[in-house]
């Protein structure tokens, strides 16, 4: 079945270590996003991605970083100069001509820094 | 982008219709209107879209002012399952991100 996969599902880190989110999908879409959500909120922009090897800021990317080598994969790496990232964490994808079209979206990570 | 306004909860009860509104006064012309609904710890879901025409489709109906500056995601019979954060979402060619609100929290009682 063509979707979007997130994992893991749940992950814990110790402050100031780096972790990386992986974000996988086989429905050959161009475009691909990542977004952050906490309790109560809406999601907000992190990173996106409209093409293989190119990526965007979103609206709160600082302490983040990704990568685009293949079109399927957009992983996130959490940094450690993220000052809050214990968040719910959503990947989506959509085609490069997304306006008129759906965006898919995986079932999340939940990170929590202990 | 263009922002929408919803309301931060509705109720309804089972079986029953349900009608969420969401204001985008400042739309452009080539915005389209899209509706996704999220369930607890899960990702969103697209429910529907639409442009200028009122759209139908197995989950719900999307009603869409003349002006479109308003428009109203229609559920004819509310279940348990509907339960859930919906957000109205402006698309248009300035980006392709979806940039999401607070949404309208629905509670469906039986």
């Known amino acids: 079945d063509g979707g979007i996969t997130q994992s893991p599902k749940y992950l814990f880190r110790k402050e100031g270590q780096n972790v990386t989110l992986s974000c996988e999908q086989n429905l050959n879409h161009d475009a691909m996003y990542w977004y952050r959500q906490d309790p109560g909120q809406g999601l907000r922009l992190i990173y996106y991605s409209q093409i293989v090897n190119d990526f965007q800021k979103g609206d709160i990317a600082e302490g983040y970083s990704v990568s685009r080598e293949k079109k399927e994969s957009f992983p996130l790496t959490v940094t450690s100069a993220q000052k809050n990232p214990t968040a719910f964490y959503l990947c989506?994808?959509?085609?490069?001509?997304?306006?008129?079209?759906?965006?898919?979206f995986g079932q999340g990570t939940r990170l929590t820094v202990v | 982008d263009a922002k929408t306004t919803q309301p931060n909860s509705m109720e309804s009860n089972e079986e029953e219709p349900v009608h969420l509104p969401c204001n985008h006064s400042t739309i452009s012309g080539t915005d389209y209107i899209h509706w996704y609904r999220q369930l607890p710890s899960q990702g969103p879901e697209y429910v529907i879209h639409?442009?200028?025409s009122n759209v139908n489709n197995r989950m719900a109906s999307l009603a869409i002012a003349e002006d479109r500056k308003s428009s109203t995601l229609i559920l004819h019979r509310a279940t348990l399952r509907d339960a859930a954060v919906y957000y109205c979402?402006?698309?248009?060619?300035?980006?392709?991100?979806?940039?999401f609100g607070k949404g309208t929290s629905l509670l469906v009682t039986p």
């Open positions: 639409g442009l200028t």
């Open positions: 979402i402006l698309r248009g060619n300035s980006g392709y991100a979806l940039n």
């Open positions: 989506a994808s959509s085609t490069l001509t997304g306006v008129n079209t759906e965006a898919f």
